[in-house]
């Protein structure tokens, strides 16, 4: 094997242990609390590596943070076709909500951190953005294909829905909802309001 092959794959492995590390400690302790070192522990990685590889403890969280939304988003692009607004944001609704599910302490750390460091804002309005234009090519893809009529604008309906989803996701990791299952109800009916 190339040796210029195996160092790239070396160091993907080894990203990829770092970064890992650092979404469990972070999940658990929190950004502040977690330190480099205990990363650095925690992967098996030294810190210098660490600090090579990412920069900074700022810089591994952001990708973390991009990555996870990203692989979030490709999924989404890539799953089945829907015929329906409706079917569509059913679909669009509990995709979102099994992965908050699936990742409820990472999300919680995600709210606490943009309410107290003004960087992180930034990182989760580009999230934020994605996720709406991912949204919107989904539903011009209905549009096109006469699943939905053309006097939509996706560009205002991908907004309001994940201004809808956003505060459907703070309720629920605020502790006002006890259960995911708990925003079904509130789900469906803002999908028969807006399949009218």
């Not at 650092?22 to 600090?51: D, H, P, W």
């Not at 992180?120 to 709406?132: P, R, S």
Request: charged share 35%.
């Amino acid at each position: 094997m190339d040796s210029s092959v195996k160092n790239k794959r070396d160091r993907s492995l080894t990203e990829r242990k770092i970064k890992t590390a650092a979404y469990q400690l972070f999940a658990e302790k929190g950004f502040k609390s977690t330190t480099i070192r205990m990363i650095s522990e925690k992967s098996g990685c030294n810190v210098t590596l660490i600090s090579r590889y990412f920069g900074s403890k700022k810089n591994l969280f952001k990708t973390i943070i991009e990555e996870e939304f990203k692989t979030f988003s490709r999924q989404r692009i890539d799953s089945r076709e829907t015929e329906s607004l409706s079917e569509e944001l059913k679909y669009f609704f509990r995709e979102s909500m099994d992965m908050l599910y699936n990742n409820e302490r990472f999300y919680r750390l995600i709210i606490r951190e943009t309410i107290t460091e003004a960087w992180y804002g930034k990182i989760v309005e580009t999230v934020h953005k994605d996720g709406e234009d991912l949204l919107k090519k989904r539903l011009c893809r209905l549009i096109e294909n006469n699943y939905i009529e053309s006097s939509i604008d996706p560009e205002k309906m991908s907004h309001m829905i994940f201004h809808f989803l956003s505060g459907l996701i703070l309720r629920y990791l605020m502790f006002y909802y006890r259960r995911i299952d708990d925003l079904e109800e509130e789900i469906c009916f803002f999908i028969e309001t807006v399949c009218r």
